[in-house]
């Protein structure tokens, strides 16, 4: 079954360093979503990509944050500066059209120092 | 605007026992509705979904209906066993660019 891959599953990071969590999607899939979770806490939407845009992002996604889609198969989640409340899991997504096999990755652990 | 609300836990119940997790939501229109399961320190796993009113989503003995009068889709299994033990969340779809909206998760641990 197709997967969506994740890299690296844990990242420790300084406070104020700059991280790129990398994610690989379903080949043939068109939408890409970037969601985090605080440990114990509920899964939160970040960023939603489609056609190499940005198609929706949310409060939480600011101007730390940025994605890209560099070579046509990885899609990062870039964060310029962390801070410590930065740390949690990272979920990359990726679905084709409608609703059907939307997949998600298992995740980047991100600890912020 | 759309939110998913999820019955506290944490929910202990012995194996075999009847598991309900009830869910309701606040959306415009009918959304696809989602349960999603998360096993210790994995990743999250769809579990079942339904598409419109009145569907039954079921998958591995769980299942949950899409209920519109009442905005729910609660999640419903005979007998759990030990290895449902987990975080469950139900989502919706929102919105055209396709966003997941979650409830805050309910954690069940069923005991032997």
């Known amino acids: 079954e197709p997967e969506v891959t994740q890299t690296p599953s844990h990242q420790v990071t300084q406070m104020g360093q700059e991280v790129i969590l990398r994610c690989v999607p379903i080949?043939?899939?068109?939408?890409f979503y970037w969601y985090r979770q605080i440990l114990g806490q509920k899964v939160e939407f970040l960023v939603s990509?489609?056609?190499?845009?940005?198609?929706?992002k949310s409060e939480i996604f600011d101007d730390q944050f940025s994605v890209e889609r560099p070579d046509g198969s990885n899609f990062t989640l870039k964060i310029r500066s962390t801070k410590l409340e930065d740390s949690a899991m990272y979920f990359c997504?990726?679905?084709?059209?409608?609703?059907?096999?939307?997949?998600f990755g298992s995740g980047t652990r991100l600890t912020v120092v | 605007g759309n939110s998913v609300t999820q019955m506290e836990g944490p929910v202990t119940l012995s194996e075999e026992a009847f598991l309900t997790i009830n869910c309701t939501y606040t959306?415009?229109?009918?959304?696809?509705l989602f349960w999603y399961v998360q096993y210790p320190g994995e990743g999250l796993q769809l579990l079942l979904k339904?598409?419109?009113?009145?569907d039954k989503g079921s998958n591995k003995g769980f299942e949950a209906t899409y209920r519109k009068e009442t905005t729910s889709f609660h999640l419903e299994k005979g007998s759990v066993q030990v290895s449902d033990s987990a975080v469950y969340f139900c989502?919706?779809?929102?919105?055209?660019?396709?966003?997941?909206?979650f409830g805050q998760g309910t954690t069940l641990q069923v005991k032997p």
């Open positions: 997504a990726s679905r084709g059209e409608g609703i059907y096999g939307y997949t």
């Open positions: 080949s043939n899939h068109l939408y």
């Open positions: 990509f489609y056609n190499n845009e940005i198609s929706e």
């Open positions: 959306a415009t229109g009918y959304p696809s």
């Open positions: 339904a598409t419109k009113a009145d």
């Open positions: 989502a919706l779809l929102s919105g055209n660019t396709g966003k997941l909206i």
